[in-house]
């Protein structure tokens, strides 16, 4: 029989440092010092006692043995998510990793007469509560990435019939060996809404209402209706919106859970425009506001397209990098422990933005040759209406000179081509993304990576004349033709000033 949950639950009286705590099959931990603590439970670093020198790479959470959320959260690990059950559903779906703690045992003991019960699991590091205290919002790219990896983990743990119930910032942690990856921990209020494949049915009740974390909480949660999956996706919508606008459009009313609930409402019923209309100054929220128009739309026992929605937060399909936090161009250095070699995605990631920086370089160098060029024919076709100074004559010769050597432009062009195919299929999610926060939402306005777009520009333009006959042939024709027409026009005008000076001394003589 699970324990009840008393309103009353408090932390217990801490665990003295060194205690040999055996779990249920037999197992002995040591414990470390105590690193945190959570609504009913204390979390202490723990090292196995045969390699009690080894560097701290486990947790053990600590409650009262009475208390309800760390007896719930060990039946999800031991129904749903055991390690090989894991590696598993990582293989089946041809994942890099599965944002899930791994948990390593569990078991009872006593101290001053009071029973505990503990869980061993995987160490983590920083939460992102700490680092959205630190810098505000997140960046667009990586609050995309973080729903992806999130939906990840929902697609598991819906398809092993329980629901997390209480996604949110404290509750997404990097690794600890490995800070590049985000983990969803803490299943104190999971819920198994399917048990043996039975769905619960819909009831709202008055009495339950207003559950969970209220800034995020479900519409469902509100009416006191037992969380499904389109809870959860509810939830991560919620999330997702904060992490990119700062703030959430019921953040004043957190006191008054009837205000919020009618504030959610209203934001579901009013989509897409009352998300996109929350957009921060150069951003957009489309995708956002498509997803959540998405789990809104899901009836109560309806399985999620998960697929669908994780291809909504990344239509480009684009291979997901590093984890990036920063705002206002300021970043969050996370350190690799020194015994972690770095991963090699950060390397590669660098390397893709010197060789973007130096097709930039080239890039400028190509734009003011064609300028030059465009400025040059347009001094030709402008009309004579004055005398041509020798300044205008000697910059309009310098600018012609520039272009008598098309094939070595072409060269130039081509290889800043196939330096951009490379750049175009990176293995960061980030240079994708940049282009979607200037987006307005009839997506009218260009994207700020102006120098990739119009190079690609001058690369089709490129292709397209060269599978044309006679290419550079015909240009120089061109410009032979333009060249000989100048001199006619500037022959033509001597000779018409000159007829004039000689009409004029013979009229005043």
């Known amino acids: 029989m699970p324990p009840k949950r008393h309103d009353k639950s408090r932390l217990p009286v801490p665990l ?25 439970g204390l979390i202490y670093l723990a090292f196995p ?34 390690k090989y059950y894991i590696e598993r559903w990582v293989a089946l779906k041809q994942l890099d990793y ?39 919002t997140f960046k667009k790219s990586t609050v995309l990435q973080l729903g992806i990896r999130m939906l990840d983990v929902l697609e598991y743990i819906h398809e092993n019939e329980y629901i997390h119930g209480d996604i949110k910032a404290a509750n997404l942690l990097l690794g600890y060996k490995n800070p ?31 559950n969970g974390t209220m800034e995020f909480t479900s519409l469902d949660a509100h009416k006191g209706v037992a969380l499904s999956r389109r809870s959860d996706l509810e939830i991560l919508g919620y999330c997702m919106l904060r992490w990119l606008c700062g703030k959430l459009p019921w953040e004043r009313n957190l006191k008054d859970p009837v205000a919020v609930q009618t504030a959610k409402t209203n934001l579901l019923d009013e989509l897409p425009e009352s998300v996109l209309k929350w957009a921060p100054s ?43 936090f920063s705002t206002n161009g300021h970043s969050v250095n996370i350190h690799t422990p020194n015994n972690q070699k770095v991963d090699s995605r950060k390397a590669a990631t660098k390397q893709l933005n010197e060789v973007q920086t130096s097709l930039i370089e080239k890039k400028v160098h190509s734009e003011r040759s064609a300028e030059s060029y465009a400025t040059w024919r347009q001094v ?64 009218k306005a260009r994207s700020p990576n102006l120098n990739m777009y119009d190079s690609s520009i001058i690369a089709m333009g490129v292709t397209e004349l060269e599978s044309s006959s006679g290419l550079w042939p015909t240009i120089s024709q061109i410009t032979l033709s333009e060249e000989t027409k100048t001199g006619v026009y500037f022959y033509s005008f001597l000779i018409l000033f000159l007829l004039m000076l000689i009409f004029l001394a013979l009229y005043f003589l």
Request: proline content about 5%; glycine content about 8%; aromatic content about 12%.
């Open 380 to 443: 030709q076709r402008e009309k004579l209406g004055g005398l041509i100074n020798s300044e205008t004559a000697q910059e309009s010769a310098r600018r012609k000179e520039k272009y008598h050597e098309p094939q070595e432009y072409l060269n130039e062009v081509k290889r800043s081509q196939q330096k951009f195919s490379y750049i175009q299929s990176p293995n960061s999610f980030y240079e994708y993304h940049q282009d979607f926060t200037s987006l307005d939402i009839n997506n």
């Open 98 to 136: 599965l944002g899930i703690p791994l948990f390593y045992g569990s078991g009872l003991t006593t101290f001053k007469g009071r029973s505990y019960r503990f869980m061993v699991m995987e160490r983590l590091g920083i939460d992102l509560q700490k680092i959205s205290d630190q810098n505000g």
């Open 282 to 324: 150069g951003s957009s929220c489309c995708e956002i506001a498509q997803f959540l128009e998405c789990a809104h739309s899901l009836a109560y026992d309806e399985k999620p397209n998960y697929q669908m929605l994780k291809k909504i937060l990344n239509p480009g399909k684009i291979p997901l990098g590093p984890l990036e």
């Open 180 to 210: 590049d990856r985000v983990y969803l921990a803490d299943y104190g209020l999971s819920y198994r809404y399917c048990p043996n494949g039975n769905h619960k049915q819909y009831q709202e009740n008055p009495r339950k209402g207003h």
């Open 49 to 82: 006692t045969n390699k009690p020198d080894e560097d701290a790479r486990y947790v053990i959470k600590v409650e009262y043995q009475e208390n309800g959320p760390l007896f719930s959260e060990l039946k999800f690990y031991q129904r749903a998510a055991k």
């Open 16 to 40: 003295p440092e060194g205690k040999i705590l055996v779990d249920v099959e037999g197992k002995q931990w040591m414990l470390g010092k105590m690193i945190g603590s959570g609504g009913f």
